[in-house]
């Protein structure tokens, strides 16, 4: 796999970013990111299954596709716990339509929240995973690290899927 470059933006429940990161996937096990190359390839455009992966099967990962685009959510125990979407930035209209579905799961879900509609739309960076903690209870002994992990596996998984090659670059 050749190394592929992509932003990584968290937002809080305000809609600040949390953490802007970038990756490198040539710094990620090739058999995590295996695994969701093998969810996507066999589930496809939309499904909810929990991780194959030994000692991680009370998470689950929703993914639904857009186009080029996708939205997930990773769950635990049933509860879910954070919702990304995937941007490789290949067609602006979809990465438009998803960053309009997540901004709105954003507001529904944090209503007394501060922040304008049009937050979320102005992350401009491609390939971009973003992504949103939601503001339900942390199952017992849950590792959001592991999430986090997961998210970022999936992402490169997600941007190879559509095509999405890289650059040396996420500029």
């Not at 944090?110 to 339900?136: A, I, N, Y």
């Amino acid at each position: 796999m050749s190394s592929l470059i992509f932003h990584d933006v968290t937002l809080d429940a305000a809609g600040n970013i949390r953490s802007r990161r970038t990756h490198d996937s040539a710094t990620l096990r090739p058999a995590a990111v295996e695994i969701f190359r093998y969810l996507i390839e066999r589930h496809g455009e939309g499904f909810r299954v929990p991780l194959p992966v030994e000692g991680l099967e009370h998470i689950e990962l929703a993914l639904t596709r857009s186009g080029t685009t996708a939205l997930a959510t990773f769950w635990a125990r049933g509860a879910p716990v954070t919702t990304s979407a995937l941007l490789p930035g290949i067609n602006p209209e979809d990465d438009r339509e998803v960053l309009e579905l997540l901004q709105d799961l954003v507001v529904r879900f944090f209503d007394d929240s501060p922040v304008e509609p049009g937050f979320v739309l102005s992350l401009s960076d491609r390939p971009l995973l973003v992504t949103v903690p939601l503001p339900l209870p942390i199952p017992p002994g849950l590792d959001m690290g592991r999430i986090a992990d997961a998210e970022t596996c999936l992402a490169v998984a997600f941007f190879l899927s559509v095509g999405w090659i890289g650059d040396e670059s996420a500029d």
